[in-house]
């Protein structure tokens, strides 16, 4: 099964790349702009992030001009530091957007409804994973009608990545555990000999890429079990303390100790409490009748059926075109599970090796700020600096403009500013970056009312 599912979409990824190499020039031209769009998001990568890094947020419109309202237009210059930031950035995605456009109009130029098909099937399924199974479906970040909320989890459900339930899960015991040996994909293999740092560096991270799906056992509620009984079972069968191991860079977050370093808490203990919360969050996800009915067997085989046969029927799509944009997507899905758990950022102090990587957040439209979602599940944003990419995020924001999700929970700028300033200290490659603040010296009575709200991306 394994062999399967890591040879067919390669095979259908080159059944499509043998069809477009019949002609050459067409080829010449597609990788070419492929080869475009790669070197702007490097340039992005390379020096927009670091130029807006120095920026830990920047204020929506709306807010700037409350902001510069309240303080009676009276420091000028920080006001028109913070305007000029503002219309930066605006001038900056505008910019991209309008770089990125020939590069997108070329390909369809050149491969006209296939390449429509595949950017709208894999922005379909991608934001059916990322807000349906993920920012709504797992972690409840922001609150939308039964109904929305069944339309996103069927979205993802077309990125054939297994049925919502056994989904929502397995991610949720991700974030009770993650980087121990009782984590569903964690790169790490806990063993100090030089066979141990080998397949550390090799088979965990394709353990964490891929071979997970394959070898966790499956969260499935058995048939013959009522949900309480299935509960006492879990409960019942909590990780083992002594085979439980964890990076050593992460005890601190094992042993609760009290300011004087007395032990208060061992390591069992905190085992089982973080088990019996991950249990009650299984069961909440096992009664939800949204979920029940996305993830049954015949609704499943439904919606996987819709994702192969409509782009076949509507669009003249061969199988193999939309078995290769799964394989990307997958792939893209799985990067966040390895990639983000090994390079990039580390703004917020987790638990964990999460970290926020600047490729995956655009590819993975969003996700790649694993970090920021590490440090609270409960954002509806991953991106929340000023130099971060989310598209997942705007979607829920354009959602709640036209009034189907409501109650975002966003981080305040206190929080954000306070996170940058520690990771300033942290990483000697921040200590260079100074602080931009355009509400830096204003009089405290105006700042009461700024700093409980949320931040604008």
């Not at 130099?387 to 997942?392: A, E, K, P, V």
Request: charged fraction near 20%.
């Amino acid at each position: 099964m394994v062999l399967i599912f890591l040879a067919m979409p390669p095979i259908g990824g080159l059944v499509v790349l043998a069809y477009a190499m019949q002609d050459l020039s067409k080829f010449s031209l597609t990788v070419g702009s492929l080869a475009y769009v790669a070197l702007l998001v490097g340039a992005h990568i390379k020096w927009v992030r670091p130029f807006f890094r120095r920026f830990p947020w920047v204020s929506s419109y709306t807010d700037l001009y409350n902001a510069s309202k309240q303080l009676n237009w009276r420091h000028p210059k920080l006001v028109r530091k913070a305007w000029r930031n503002r219309l930066l950035r605006s001038a900056y995605r505008i910019g991209f957007a309008a770089l990125l456009a020939p590069a997108f109009y070329a390909l369809f130029a050149l491969h006209g409804h296939h390449f429509a098909w595949f950017l709208g099937g894999y922005a379909v399924a991608g934001f059916g994973v990322t807000v349906g199974y993920h920012r709504i479906g797992t972690h409840p970040s922001f609150k939308a009608h039964p109904i929305v909320k069944g339309i996103l989890l069927a979205m993802g459900s077309m990125a054939v990545q297994g049925p919502a339930q056994e989904w929502l899960k397995k991610h949720s015991k991700h974030h009770a555990f993650g980087e121990t040996s009782a984590d569903v994909h964690s790169p790490y293999v806990f063993d100090e000999t030089k066979r141990g740092r080998f397949m550390e560096q090799v088979y965990a991270f394709l353990h964490s890429f891929m071979m997970w799906a394959f070898r966790e056992p499956s969260l499935t509620r058995p048939r013959r079990m009522s949900v309480e009984q299935w509960k006492e079972h879990l409960l019942a069968n909590a990780p083992d303390a002594k085979t439980f191991r964890y990076r050593d860079e992460d005890a601190y977050f094992w042993t609760a100790r009290d300011k004087e370093g007395n032990v208060v808490a061992t390591t069992e203990q905190l085992i089982n409490k973080r088990w019996a919360k991950l249990v009650d969050t299984i069961i909440g996800i096992e009664k939800d009748p949204v979920v029940r009915f996305i993830s049954h067997p015949l609704v499943y085989a439904s919606l996987l059926a819709i994702n192969f046969t409509v782009p076949y029927y509507l669009g003249g799509i061969s199988v193999w075109e939309t078995l290769a944009r799964v394989c990307f997507l997958n792939w893209v899905t799985f990067c966040v599970n390895s990639v983000c758990h090994l390079w990039g950022e580390q703004p917020f102090v987790t638990p964990d090796n999460s970290r926020n990587n600047a490729v995956i957040e655009v590819l993975g439209l969003g996700e790649g700020g694993h970090n920021t979602h590490h440090k609270s599940e409960l954002w509806a944003q991953h991106g929340v600096f000023a130099w971060q990419f989310d598209l997942s995020a705007e979607l829920v924001k354009a959602m709640r403009v036209i009034g189907v999700a409501k109650n975002l929970n966003l981080p305040t700028r206190q929080e954000l500013v306070r996170s940058w300033r520690s990771w300033r200290r942290r990483e000697p490659w921040m200590q260079g970056y100074q602080m931009r603040e355009y509400v830096e010296g204003a009089p405290k009575r105006a700042l009461k009312r700024l700093k409980t709200k949320p931040a604008a991306s």
